[in-house]
């Protein structure tokens, strides 16, 4: 099991360097909008006995993959953030994820899509701040990276979605802004992961089980 705590600035000075860079990998897209797909393994922070509270592990959530869940300082917050934000930019009343610059998840296996939704106070991108980048990496490699202007206070596109074609795969997906007080909020998180080697060996001997049982 992996559990990192993050550096901010470290972080953000190599995203910052990766938005001058050209880097595109056709099998591996990228895209921010008004809906999301949801994918077969979900976490919106409002399961039955889920934790809540601030300075949180970043390993809660390992039982369903997500290996680490941290925030850049380190300090992870789980709640019901509607009073700090002035109700804007967050789903309504429910409890989302939480922390200064940025949000960093990696995941135990091996993904062909995932699905989340950002808000953010750092503002459009421009010559002196704000906006953000997501960036997918597998097996700490870069494989795409996306810069956006994060959703707040009502406007702009939530929903960011990373999809792969070609037999292209990615373990961990790094969100950093570049605002004078970038607190990054995600919610609704969901993800498509690949089996282990070991699964697959399992659901094969119980297909060959199963057909001998219907011989």
């Known amino acids: 099991m992996r559990t990192t705590k993050r550096n901010w600035t470290i972080e953000a000075s190599a995203a910052a360097v990766i938005l001058t860079a050209s880097f595109a990998n056709a099998d591996v897209t990228i895209t921010q909008g008004a809906s999301g797909?949801?994918?077969?393994?979900?976490?919106?922070?409002?399961e039955a006995g889920g934790p809540v509270g601030n300075g949180l592990a970043d390993n809660l959530f390992?039982?369903?993959?997500?290996?680490?869940?941290?925030?850049?300082d380190g300090n992870q917050r789980i709640g019901n953030f509607d009073a700090e934000t002035g109700g804007w930019?967050?789903?309504?009343?429910?409890?989302?994820?939480t922390g200064f610059f940025g949000v960093f998840m990696t995941f135990d296996s091996d993904?062909?899509?995932?699905?989340?939704?950002?808000?953010?106070?750092?503002?459009p991108p421009s010559p002196m701040g704000g906006g953000g980048i997501v960036v997918a990496f597998d097996n700490g490699a870069e494989v795409a990276n996306f810069?956006?202007?994060?959703?707040?206070?009502?406007?702009?596109d939530s929903w960011i979605d990373i999809s792969t074609s070609g037999?292209?795969?990615?373990?961990?997906?790094?969100?950093?802004?570049?605002?004078?007080?970038?607190?990054?909020?995600?919610?609704?998180?969901?993800?498509?992961?690949?089996?282990s080697?070991?699964?697959?060996?399992l659901l094969g001997?119980?297909?060959?089980?199963?057909?001998?049982?219907?011989r």
């Not at 993904?111 to 503002?123: M, N």
């Not at 810069?147 to 702009?156: D, L, Y």
């Not at 080697?197 to 060996?201: K, L, Q």
């Open 37 to 46: 797909t949801t994918y077969g393994t979900t976490l919106n922070f409002d």
């Open 89 to 97: 930019g967050m789903a309504g009343d429910t409890n989302s994820f």
């Open 205 to 214: 001997l119980g297909g060959i089980f199963g057909a001998r049982r219907r």
């Open 197 to 201: 080697p070991s699964g697959v060996a």
């Open 111 to 123: 993904l062909t899509a995932f699905s989340g939704q950002v808000w953010d106070p750092s503002g």
């Open 167 to 195: 037999g292209m795969v990615f373990d961990e997906v790094r969100i950093v802004t570049f605002g004078f007080n970038p607190t990054t909020y995600v919610d609704n998180l969901s993800w498509n992961a690949v089996p």
């Open 147 to 156: 810069s956006f202007g994060p959703a707040w206070g009502g406007f702009g």
């Open 62 to 72: 390992a039982g369903i993959g997500l290996s680490s869940l941290a925030s850049g």
